[in-house]
């Protein structure tokens, strides 16, 4: 034996023929039962049964007849510690390439409720030949299986497990990549279908490298209007109970787990986040990146989010009762949406002059009272009379005494940053109880933001704001009623200014929002590989997609242009001094002086100082050669 070798690599040698057990494990066959029989194509109980996976004859093979969420597998009798897996993909020309993105699960409950990922296979197989993967899953399980990736009737040729019987523990669990893994079963395999019906099951999340999981029983459903079309689909999640999840630091029933189906850099809502809480708005939504496993099959890259409602560490407002009718009571708290998808909702109202659809979130729709819904109607049919009156812009008798105009336009300047054409397709603003203001926010939805829209793409080009543009989207009256508030008072255009001013001056800058999409990117690596593989859509126009670039790190490259271009146009259209000076040179016709730092004008610049040099009413600071 090779002296150099430290004890611990001696060790593992003369144990490994313990644990790595020459002879796969043995138990009692289970999986789906409908098989497929290509002879006659027909299903079958008896034709290509998962009992052909056992039989070591790469010949046989088990094929499902429905395409999708199909498995086979053994019931081992007792928890066994499993170490290795293999497979060999069934003898057809698509054999090999059906196995890729096959998911290997453990289980100790029959129904599978309980499943977890212990190795998922990113490689094509080879015909008649067994592939193998360690697996390094400390937990033991009664039920092992392979679940067959999504389309592909889980065509499989052989499959063997390898292990010790051992309950083992939770210490070092799989996690697919270094996200966070988000499991979700559902009773009977029920693939959730549409947003009203929730599919019950468990939600499992293993973190931290695979030393922490959360289980709980849960449901899940559809969510969200655009992204439900697209194959990739965005889900809500619910537990049973509040619920911590991750470091979100709401405890709360209710997530979402967001598609980015069209957004191919897969960060674009949390840049848009991170633009939020850096203009200082009052909530932003939680969100991290996690992949997703829905009934064992792989189903991409998704961002786990707060959903946006009334709740502690959400937006923080009083919740109603139906008995809240009268008084101080009746004045809050209120969480509304100018949608442009109002009319398909059960609790809304349209004002009467800007004809704004609005939706009302808070009080629930089934919750909400005659008097609760009159009221708030009412105050918008009050505010809009306020913007649309001649005296709209005074400060005292204007629509200030019921408008926030500070998170308005917080809001607005999030979303011109992020480029988002959406801006106002879906405005959330939220009333409180005994406060006559109403205010704008939180910030959602930006996966076409940042040059991701075909109908406004460089959108840095566009005169002025992205929301006024024609080709931008707007509920109903949005765009006049936000043209009045921004455009037409000369007192909000100023304090619009001034926020610009000192949101850039206090970082907000494009190195800095250039930077996270870099850190971002690190940390989607290993997952948007994954993603790809499963949705192979980076050469494709998907949703309102202006250009398919074909890779991930194009697409990512392309939004950090896309930043440098848009601070560079709303510096020059809202106006921001660097340092007290404008930070662009566009007078070119003008003479060119210099100053120093102090002010004082320099009529021979030294080579290689550091100067502002002025041209016409524009300045900025330089090096002088
Ligand atoms: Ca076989």
Redesign the pocket.
């Known amino acids: 034996m090779n002296q150099c070798l430290p004890f611990a690599a001696i060790a593992s040698m003369l144990f490994a023929p313990m644990l790595y057990a020459d002879e796969p494990l043995t138990g009692t066959v289970i999986g789906t039962q409908l098989c497929y029989d290509y002879e006659h194509y027909r299903q079958s109980i008896s034709i290509n049964t998962a009992k052909?996976?056992f039989?070591?004859?790469?010949?046989?093979?088990f094929a499902t007849y429905e395409r999708s969420y199909t498995w086979a597998g053994l019931d081992l009798g007792e928890p066994h510690v499993i170490t290795r897996v293999g497979w060999m993909p069934r003898n057809d020309t698509n054999g090999p390439k059906r196995v890729v993105l096959g998911m290997f699960q453990g289980a100790n409950r029959e129904d599978f409720l309980d499943a977890v990922p212990i190795f998922l296979n990113t490689q094509k197989g080879t015909v008649g030949q067994m592939d193998y993967a360690d697996v390094d899953c400390s937990r033991g399980f009664r039920y092992v299986r392979y679940v067959g990736p999504s389309d592909s009737r889980c065509n499989l040729?052989?499959l063997e497990f390898y292990g010790y019987p051992a309950e083992g523990d939770d210490s070092a669990l799989y996690q697919i990549t270094n996200l966070p893994t988000v499991i979700v079963n559902t009773v009977d395999a029920e693939e959730p279908y549409d947003k009203e019906h929730e599919i019950s099951g468990n939600i499992i999340i293993i973190s931290d490298n695979g030393t922490s999981i959360l289980d709980k029983e849960g449901g899940i459903r559809e969510r969200g209007n655009g992204s439900r079309v697209f194959p990739k689909k965005p889900w809500r999640i619910k537990f049973s109970k509040k619920q911590n999840v991750l470091d979100a630091p709401a405890k709360a029933k209710k997530w979402t787990l967001i598609n980015n189906y069209g957004d191919k850099t897969l960060m674009r809502n949390k840049l848009a986040f991170d633009i939020a809480e850096k203009i200082g708005m009052e909530w932003v939504p939680y969100c991290t990146f996690v992949d997703v496993v829905l009934n064992g099959e792989y189903k991409g890259c998704y961002q786990l989010c707060d959903q946006v409602e009334v709740n502690e560490c959400r937006l923080e407002i009083e919740e109603m009762t139906p008995e809240d009718n009268e008084g101080e009571a009746l004045t809050g708290g209120y969480f509304v949406e100018v949608d442009a998808y109002a009319y398909d909702e059960e609790s809304w109202f349209e004002t009467p002059k800007y004809y704004l659809p609005i939706t009302i979130k808070s009080p629930d729709e089934d919750e909400i009272t005659d008097e609760q819904y009159e009221y708030i109607s009412d105050y918008f049919a009050e505010l809009e009379a306020l913007v649309k009156d001649k005296n709209f812009s005074d400060p005292e008798a204007g629509y200030r005494q019921m408008f926030d105009t500070r998170s308005f336009i917080q809001h607005m300047l999030v979303n011109e940053v992020a480029g988002n054409t959406d801006c106002y397709w879906s405005t959330y603003m939220y009333k409180r109880r005994g406060n006559p203001i109403i205010y704008t926010g939180p910030v959602w939805d930006f996966d076409l933001g940042f040059d991701n829209d075909n109908r406004t793409y460089h959108s840095y080009n566009k005169k002025g704001y992205l929301w006024n543009n024609s080709t931008a989207s707007s509920a109903t009256g949005m765009r006049s009623f936000a043209n009045r508030i921004l455009l037409s008072d000369a007192g909000t255009k100023a304090e619009t200014k001034a926020m610009w001013q000192e949101v850039r001056d206090n970082g907000l800058t494009p190195e800095w929002l250039k930077g996270q999409v870099d850190k971002y990117a690190e940390e989607l690596d290993a997952s948007q590989q994954l993603n790809f593989m499963r949705w192979p859509i980076l050469s494709s126009y998907v949703h309102q997609n202006p250009v398919a670039l074909g890779s991930y790190e194009a697409e990512v490259k392309r939004v950090k242009d896309f930043i440098e271009k848009e601070f560079a146009h709303l510096d020059d259209y809202i106006g921001y001094e660097a340092n007290g000076i404008s930070s662009t040179l566009t007078d070119e016709n003008a003479p060119v002086e210099y100053y120093t730092i102090q002010g004082i004008k320099v009529l021979n610049p030294q080579q290689g100082q550091l100067y502002i040099k002025r041209q016409g009413r524009k300045a900025r600071v330089v090096f002088s050669l």
Do not use: H, I, K
């Not at 039989?55 to 093979?61: K, L």
């Open positions: 052909n996976l039989d070591g004859d790469p010949e046989t093979f040729a052989e």
